[in-house]
């Protein structure tokens, strides 16, 4: 039987296309998945609600979108959920028994994976990391008015990244790491990669039928970099979590 996998990425990474692929190999995704205004993220929405209580409950009082993340604000988290309630976290879990193989993706899991590692069995797990080109990442946050120099942005990608290869690294974990641009640069490679690592046969089409943007070039360009530099200009004073409240 084929491992469920869990994609941890720091967001802005393309995740929700690499997911898409991936569950084509017959992944569960839940009941529904979570909608944006202008895309399905393909993130599990009952898990994205749970992951949203774990960390109010917890009493998280910061701002894990606009801040970089460090391991104490990880470490007090964790040890915060372990003190709660665990029949939603389990009831979570029976489902996912159930409904095997499953594929997770959702940034939350950066305050949140050590803490769900009570609930699911972490050799019945293949992990990947998924990062993105810093300066693609950069104009996507800003485009979408998460305003952000591209220092910040680079700091705070590191930082997360760096978190989940720690808790990787201290549970004796292997994982595969891409980049959002080894999709759209080299398909044909990163499918193999995927297919090999998970015992998947995902092709090409399957690949089409849920990605319909161009392949073999970056999707952000010159005209989208000129957008980003003026949203970031016109918002400066609001950059890297300034401004809020």
């Given at each position: 039987m084929k491992k469920n996998v869990i994609i941890l990425t720091h967001g802005w990474t393309g995740s929700s296309a690499f997911t898409a692929l991936i569950s084509q190999g017959q992944y569960w995704l839940g009941d529904e998945t979570f909608q944006k205004i202008d895309y399905n993220t393909y993130e599990n929405s009952e898990l994205v609600a749970l992951n949203n209580k774990m960390i109010a409950d917890a009493g998280y009082t910061g701002d894990r979108e606009h801040e970089i993340l460090t391991e104490q604000a990880v470490l007090d988290v964790t040890q915060k959920i372990a003190m709660l309630d665990p029949s939603p976290y389990k009831a979570f879990a029976e489902k996912l028994s159930e409904n095997q193989p499953w594929i997770w993706k959702d940034p939350r899991l950066a305050l949140t994976i050590r803490a769900w590692m009570r609930f699911v069995d972490i050799d019945s797990v293949e992990f990947i990391i998924l990062t993105r080109d810093d300066m693609q990442s950069w104009i996507t946050s800003n485009q979408r008015r998460h305003i952000q120099s591209l220092s910040f942005t680079r700091r705070y990608n590191k930082s997360v990244t760096d978190s989940f290869k720690r808790f990787l690294t201290e549970r004796g974990k292997s994982y595969s790491e891409f980049e959002f641009e080894d999709l759209q640069l080299r398909p044909?490679?990163?499918?193999?990669?995927?297919?090999?690592?998970?015992?998947?046969?995902?092709?090409?089409?399957?690949?089409?039928?849920?990605?319909?943007?161009?392949?073999?070039?970056?999707?952000k360009r010159f005209k989208d970099w000129f957008e980003a530099l003026a949203v970031y200009v016109k918002n400066y004073a609001l950059r890297d979590g300034r401004g809020r409240a």
């Open positions: 044909e490679q990163t499918i193999e990669r995927l297919n090999q690592q998970l015992g998947l046969k995902l092709t090409m089409e399957d690949l089409h039928r849920v990605y319909n943007k161009p392949l073999y070039k970056k999707s």
